[in-house]
C-alpha cells in the first residue's frame, strides 16, 4: 500500500483512463526522431520540420490515448498554444537532455538546463518524466541515483507525478544491448532499486530478451517478476519494437500486473517517411488504429494505478497547512 498527495493523485487521474489505467503516447524524441526525419545537422528547418511532425501525431491521435508525453523543445508548449492537444487529455513533459553523456559504459544522465519540475507544473503539465541510462554495477548508478533522488524530490515538492523512465545497456563497450538472461536481471535490480527512491511510476522495458525467449508464459511470467520487484506501478514502453511484437508484449505486461504503457515509435515510426496527406492519412487511420487497440487492451487487461493506494483522512482545516 502507498499515499500519494492532493496534486500527485490529481495528476495521475489525468494521464490515465477513466478506469485508472495509462494508455500514453509518447512523442518525447529529440536525436531519434531527428533521424527519422532525415534532418540534416545543418538544417535551418530543423525547428519547424520537428515541431510540424508532433503537432501532425497529436491532432491524429488525440482521442485514442490518456496522455501525451512530449518534450520541452518542440512538443509540449507548441501544441498547447495551437491548441492540438486537447484540454481534456493528460500531458506528461521530459525533463532530461537527450541522450547521454559519459562513456558508453558509464553513462550519465542529465537534466536539461533551465528546466524544472515547478515549471512542469506551472505550464499546465500532468506529470514529469525523467528518463536514465542505469546498470547497478556501472560506475556512475551513484550519480544516476542521485540524480533520481533529486528528481523526485523536486516532484514532491511541486506536488506533480514523476514517471521514471529507465534504460538499461551493457557495460562491454562492444556490445551494444544486453542480452540474454543478463538483460532480464539488470532491468529487475534496476527497478528493484529506483524505484525506491520517490517515483510514481515506472516506465519500463520489456524484461526478457524476446530474440531468445519467444514463449509467451514466459513472457508474462518475467513480467509478473517486475511487478513484483518494483514498489510502485509500472507501465511498458515499446522501444522501438514493431507494432505486433509490442502488442503480444502488452498483453504480457498487462496480464502480469502493469498499469499500461507507454507507447512510441511502435505507433508512429512509418509516418516519418511520408509527408503532407500522405502522412495525415497514416496517422489518422493506422496509427490511430493501433492505439485504439493498445487503449482497449490496456483497459481490459491493465492493474489500474491506484489498486494498492491507502486513501488518506482529509480533515476539514487541510488546506491551511497544504504546501
Not at 559519459?102 to 528546466?115: K, T, V
Not at 487511420?285 to 482529509?314: G, Y
Request: aromatic share 8%; proline share 4%; glycine share 4%.
Amino acid at each position: 500500500m502507498f499515499t500519494r498527495s492532493i496534486g500527485k493523485i490529481r495528476g495521475l487521474q489525468q494521464c490515465a483512463t477513466p478506469n485508472g489505467k495509462f494508455a500514453i503516447l509518447a512523442l518525447d524524441h529529440r536525436n531519434n526522431l531527428r533521424n527519422l526525419l532525415h534532418i540534416q545537422d545543418q538544417d535551418p528547418n530543423t525547428d519547424e520540420r520537428m515541431a510540424a511532425f508532433k503537432q501532425d501525431v497529436v491532432k491524429a491521435l488525440a482521442n485514442s490515448c490518456s496522455a501525451f508525453l512530449l518534450d520541452p523543445l518542440y512538443g509540449a508548449a507548441q501544441n498547447i498554444v495551437s491548441q492540438t492537444l486537447p484540454g481534456n487529455c493528460g500531458l506528461l513533459v521530459a525533463l532530461e537532455e537527450t541522450g547521454y553523456t559519459g562513456d558508453p559504459s558509464a553513462r550519465e544522465s542529465q537534466i536539461l538546463p533551465n528546466w524544472s519540475a515547478a515549471k512542469i507544473k506551472r505550464m499546465g503539465g500532468s506529470a514529469v518524466k525523467l528518463l536514465v541510462y542505469y546498470h547497478p554495477e556501472s560506475p556512475t548508478h551513484t550519480h544516476i541515483e542521485d540524480l533520481v533522488s533529486k528528481a523526485a524530490d523536486d516532484c514532491q515538492k511541486a506536488d506533480i507525478p514523476f514517471f521514471l523512465e529507465v534504460l538499461s545497456y551493457s557495460l562491454d563497450p562492444l556490445q551494444k544491448k544486453l542480452e540474454g538472461n543478463e538483460r532480464m536481471e539488470v532491468i529487475l535490480k534496476s527497478a528493484e532499486k529506483l524505484t525506491l527512491l520517490g517515483a510514481d511510476v515506472l516506465k519500463a522495458e520489456f524484461p526478457l530478451d524476446i530474440n531468445t525467449e519467444r514463449d509467451f508464459d514466459s513472457w508474462e511470467t518475467a513480467c509478473k517478476e517486475l511487478t513484483r520487484k518494483s514498489t510502485i506501478p509500472w507501465i511498458l514502453l515499446s522501444a522501438s519494437v514493431n507494432f505486433e511484437v509490442f502488442l503480444q508484449q502488452v498483453k504480457a505486461a498487462c496480464m502480469a500486473g502493469a498499469a499500461g504503457v507507454a507507447a512510441g515509435r511502435a505507433v508512429w515510426k512509418e509516418a516519418t517517411d511520408l509527408n503532407g496527406q500522405d502522412r495525415i492519412n497514416f496517422l489518422q487511420n493506422v496509427a490511430c488504429k493501433r492505439m485504439q487497440m493498445l487503449s482497449e487492451l490496456v483497459d481490459d487487461l491493465a492493474a489500474p494505478w491506484f489498486a494498492s493506494l491507502e486513501p488518506a483522512r482529509i480533515e476539514i482545516d487541510w488546506f491551511r497547512t497544504y504546501s
